[in-house]
């Protein structure tokens, strides 16, 4: 009886979550698209554009469903801050019980100013000079080694007397696009699975303290069954390290970009991980902690980027919209070929055409090709919709133009996070000679 009570319950906190994701998009409401009651055309005025606009009540919500989903376990939801990086966003995650997960001290100092413990921040650099993880271990973080020569290093200097992480590659090929798949066999990232016998070798000879392991294969996994072999492979590499106190699983949840995509269903990976989780951790006879490092599935279905439609240029066999931005702001459909919905937000009742939209930079930078939308007209707003993820942390001063503002909506206000570039911004560090 308590266990159909307990099933009955998981599956009412399931469907409030898919209706609260629904709920806390941007909506049309009387001709106007809003997040959170507020109209998307008046914030834009306010602050102008481009800009970036982020949505906090679906970050909290996207956060929420993921604690749902693992709460079985001693989950630690450890943000990936490359995905977004504006200090006010990390504090919102640090108000709402995430973790974090950086990639560059400088990262790391940024979470420190938002108000993170160095114990609740995970350091996994790629490919660093060795005094990086020196400092790193200065300022306290968990660190998180990827290669067996830095791992040696380490043991030299530390022995036992400051623990480690220890990334693996699984030699997994997941996810959307193998540019952004980190566990196949050519993969830069993590030590092989194959070199366990060198890795254990070194953690004997210089009795190196592990007390995690970590694997992430990529991004835009949907299968729970990749999860689930990858912690097949943990759990079999977990029993020759007796001081472990968590196993990080990454992340690489998949978010939809489009209608008919397919999405992760954190849910059932929750539930079936969860509970491989549990028999895992009994039978090494002490419970872990569960780690995961969501960025993507935190923030990009937040993220909006609103540009203005300078010109509408007909040819013979295209018609360009072309806006106020480019490849500097979104990288993104340029760099992964990802798709990006695009919305006239100025005439949602127009009649549909087909458009090519592309960016102000000199380069070929394309945001989606032969789209259908309302009809365009010099002057429109138009939004990229998905874009809280990788969209401002990848953006450029590229053709000396300024990156665009950033707007957090939390509570019904729009608020600046940050400012628009100047002309002072990207002259700050130039040094001009006298000839």
Not at 56 to 61: P, S, W
Not at 210 to 224: A, D, F, Q, R
Not at 319 to 340: C, D, K, Q, W
Request: glycine letters at 8%; a neutral charge.
């Amino acid at each position: 009886m308590l266990q159909d009570n307990a099933k009955d319950a998981r599956a009412y906190t399931i469907k409030a979550s898919i209706f609260v994701t629904l709920i806390s998009c941007m909506e049309l409401s009387n001709n106007q698209y809003q997040i959170q009651g507020l109209d998307v055309s008046e914030i834009c005025k306010e602050f102008g554009t481009p800009l970036y606009v982020y949505d906090g009540k679906k970050i909290i919500q996207q956060l929420q469903s993921l604690k749902n989903a693992f709460s079985e376990n001693q989950v630690k939801v450890k943000y990936a801050a490359k995905a977004l990086t504006n200090i006010s966003i990390l504090k919102l995650l640090k108000k709402h019980g995430a973790g974090v997960d950086v990639v560059s001290l400088q990262e790391a100092h940024i979470a420190l100013g938002a108000g993170f413990k160095p114990e609740e921040i995970m350091f996994t650099p790629n490919c660093v000079d060795f005094e990086e993880i020196v400092a790193g271990v200065d300022l306290g973080l968990n660190i998180n080694l990827d290669n067996l020569s830095v791992l040696e290093k380490f043991g030299k200097k530390y022995g036992s007397t400051y623990p480690c992480c220890i990334r693996l590659n699984p030699h997994i090929l997941a996810g959307g696009n193998y540019k952004i798949s980190t566990g196949h066999g050519n993969s830069k990232f993590g030590i092989s699975v194959y070199q366990l016998p060198q890795i254990m070798q070194l953690v004997q000879q210089y009795t190196i303290t592990v007390n995690g392991l970590h694997i992430h294969t990529g991004s835009e996994i949907t299968e729970t069954e990749v999860f689930l072999k990858m912690a097949e492979i943990l759990f079999g590499v977990a029993r020759d390290f007796s001081a472990l106190k968590f196993i990080d699983f990454g992340s690489g949840f998949k978010v939809a970009y489009k209608e008919g995509d397919m999405v992760t269903n954190v849910y059932d990976l929750g539930l079936k991980l969860g509970k491989a989780f549990k028999e895992f951790y009994h039978s090494y006879g002490k419970q872990l902690e569960l780690w995961i490092e969501p960025g993507k599935y935190l923030v990009s279905e937040a993220g909006y980027l609103f540009v203005n439609t300078n010109v509408v240029k007909s040819t013979p066999s295209v018609t360009f919209v072309g806006v106020n931005s480019g490849l500097n702001h979104l990288i993104r459909p340029m760099m992964y070929e990802a798709y990006h919905d695009i919305v006239n937000t100025s005439n949602p009742k127009g009649q549909q055409k087909v458009y090519t939209v592309v960016g102000n930079i000199c380069e070929t930078d394309t945001f989606g090709a032969d789209r259908k939308m309302n009809e365009v007209r010099e002057g429109d707003l138009l939004v990229l919709k998905n874009a809280g993820a990788y969209g401002y942390s990848m953006a450029s001063n590229y053709n000396s133009r300024f990156r665009p503002a950033e707007v957090l909506v939390l509570d019904g206000k729009a608020q600046l996070i940050r400012k628009r570039d100047t002309l002072d911004d990207i002259l700050r560090n130039q040094v001009v000679l006298n000839f």
